[in-house]
């Protein structure tokens, strides 16, 4: 019985053995899919990575500056696994970025080249007025790992881990503005201002004067200007001279008053001996300009210019056409002849084109006779120039250009100044017309319209066929 006994031990310690061996590989793989404990601890933690340039640490107002953010941040998982943690052990957080700035603006650049103000990730910065800029970033991480899916093809879940909340992290960078220094380009473009009297006097007569005044424009080459390298001086009148006769003005009960200030004349009164004399304005700039930033500054002086113009005295008590000898009356003749416009047949959008106005030698002669046959008459020659321009509602602008290479167009409401036109944003024909007239009284001619012609615009660089050329009076 007891041999019998210590047998059926052996073969249940045999199949128990056997059954262990079987069973083994099923608890190892239990052991594998185990799910892993992240852990996050400071000990380990590196902080924020975080850095902060610009493109210049001294500037002018108005000058834009490039920012250059970065930051960075990982986190340590040391949770306790042989098989490692399923994010790699380093994690890397998200980091937000905050923007703050004294004495300017913080933004960005568009397409064009333009500022637009926005805290959002700006990428420059606007130089405000003169003092210590300065510009700050803050970074904080995002303490939470990206989501992402579960272990392996069968599990649905979506994880995200909290990570260290890191300690956030400042850096501030200082620009010192210094008060814009004007460069002023050194050239004299002063026009020459139009003398605006009758033709003709009687002896002793007075007759009125004014001055059409040119507009001046001074240039600053420095960068970043305030004023946006131009700027508009005023101009006026600074010496009337005659080669006789007085200057003067009617006070305001009417009595005449001779005077040599020219801000104050208005009118010229005519010698007592006939002939043709030679009236002289001398106009100059006024240098003195507004800017935003510093105030009112000097800019370029340009050199004075004058203009003049002629006017015939003439014979008689009274000096009137009929009233006794040398009289003079005036064939009344509508005879202002024609002038060219010839502006390119084809345009581009918001191009800018030469007019290409061309006068003739001779636009208009006015005869005279004497009604008393004292004398045999004659005739005087009328000068003639643009009063009005039209693009017929098209929405183009009318202008001239300057500057040191003539390249800025500077739009004109002063129809004798005009030179170029501006076509709007439009693509069809378009219909461009001047009004001429003579610009003396001798005889007033009824105004014209000068020559239109018809500008076909296209898109691109397409080839368009241009329009004849027609003219003749206005209806």
Partial sequence: MRRNTQGWLRV?????????????????????????????????????????????????????????????????????????????????????????????????LDAYGQFHVSTQWPTHFRCGPPGTASITVTAADVAQTPPWSGYGANDPRIYSVPTTNDADVTRTVTVQIEAHEHDWYPMDDLGTPWVDTPGMVEAGGRVSVSVQLPEDWDYCSAPSCTLGTMATNATQAVAWEASAGAFGYYDVVGQWTPTTDPLLITHWEAPATPGDYTLTVRIDDVTSVHDPELGWITSWNDQPTEGSAVVSVLEGPGGGPGNGPGARQWEAVNNLGGASLNPPGAAGVYEVIPLNLVFPAVMDTDRWYDPNGVEPGGEVVNPVQPVAWSDDGAGGVFGYLTGPDLSSFVPASDPALVTHYMTPHFEGPITLSVTLDDHWQYFWDPATGGVLRRLRRCPGSAVCDGVGVRGGPRS
Avoid: K, M
């Fill in 12 to 108: 249940l310690f045999g199949l128990g053995t056997l059954l262990g061996i079987l069973v083994r590989p099923e608890v190892v793989l239990a052991v594998i899919h185990h799910e892993h404990s992240h852990s996050f601890p400071g000990s380990q933690e590196t902080p924020i990575e975080c850095s902060l340039d610009i493109s210049a640490t001294a500037a002018t107002p108005n000058e834009i500056l490039a920012l250059s953010p970065y930051a960075f941040d990982n986190d340590h998982c040391g949770g306790l696994n042989p098989y490692g943690c399923a994010l790699g052990a380093w994690v890397s957080d998200e980091v937000q970025l905050a923007f703050t700035a004294t004495r300017g603006d913080l933004g960005h």
